[in-house]
């Protein structure tokens, strides 16, 4: 796989999309288009996908959207009412891991990917500020795929902003973000590509 096209330094350092309390950086295009196709079809064809199960308002769902965790030994991840025990990286996984600890200044020991099949299918209003994520990590999420509209939500007064997440680009969400903030993949009656979305994070 080539190397990515954007090369972060000081000088490329985009602007913070949060008004306050939190520090969001979008890079867009970090991979190349080709590399992206090729990443999306290795990732789709041999990884292990499995819908959630999850406890909401008391009830168990299950979602159409599909979830990979990744991550070294012993790196296990509970939320909405499941714990997910890490399977191993693949060869693909850490390349892109090493990248994305190069654009973010730092090492991840796990990763959550997200199988979006359609516009449909969509991720709520949350934060990812489990007891088993680092506070003072940040998580860097990359896109391949289909675009899609991801929101911030300020969890005091309400208001919110957008994003259109590229294919290929990178959303690093840095502290104390997930403490002030809330994010949202927004549903889309328009016809789009199926999407994998890798959020690389730190557990301890």
């Known amino acids: 796989m080539q190397n990515p096209l954007f090369e972060p330094d000081d000088t490329q350092a985009p602007p913070n999309l949060l008004r306050k309390d939190g520090y969001a950086q979008y890079f867009a295009k970090v991979f190349s288009s080709a590399n992206c196709e090729t990443l999306f079809n290795v990732l789709l064809q041999t990884l292990d996908w499995q819908p959630d199960h999850l406890t909401m308002f008391g009830k168990q769902v299950i979602t159409k959207r599909k979830v990979v965790w990744i991550g070294d030994k012993g790196c296990s991840y509970t939320y909405s009412g499941q714990k997910k025990d890490p399977q191993s990286w693949t060869p693909e996984l850490l390349i892109i891991k090493e ?20 516009g449909n299918e969509a991720m709520g209003w949350h ?45 690093l969400m840095h502290p104390p973000t997930q403490q002030f903030w809330q994010h949202s993949l927004l549903k889309t009656t328009l016809p789009i590509k199926p999407r994998i979305n890798l959020t690389f994070r730190d557990i301890v």
Do not use: M
């Not at 600890?101 to 959550?112: G, I, Q, R, T, V």
């Not at 994520?133 to 309400?158: C, M, V, Y």
């Open 99 to 118: 990248q994305l600890e190069d654009l973010a200044a730092w090492k991840f020991n796990s990763c959550l990917l997200n199988l979006y099949h359609d």
């Open 127 to 171: 934060s990812d500020n489990e007891a088993e994520l680092n506070p003072l990590a940040p998580i860097a999420s990359l896109s391949l795929g289909g675009e899609r509209k991801f929101a911030f939500r300020h969890r005091e007064d309400k208001k919110s902003n957008s994003i259109l997440l590229e294919n290929g680009s990178v959303l």
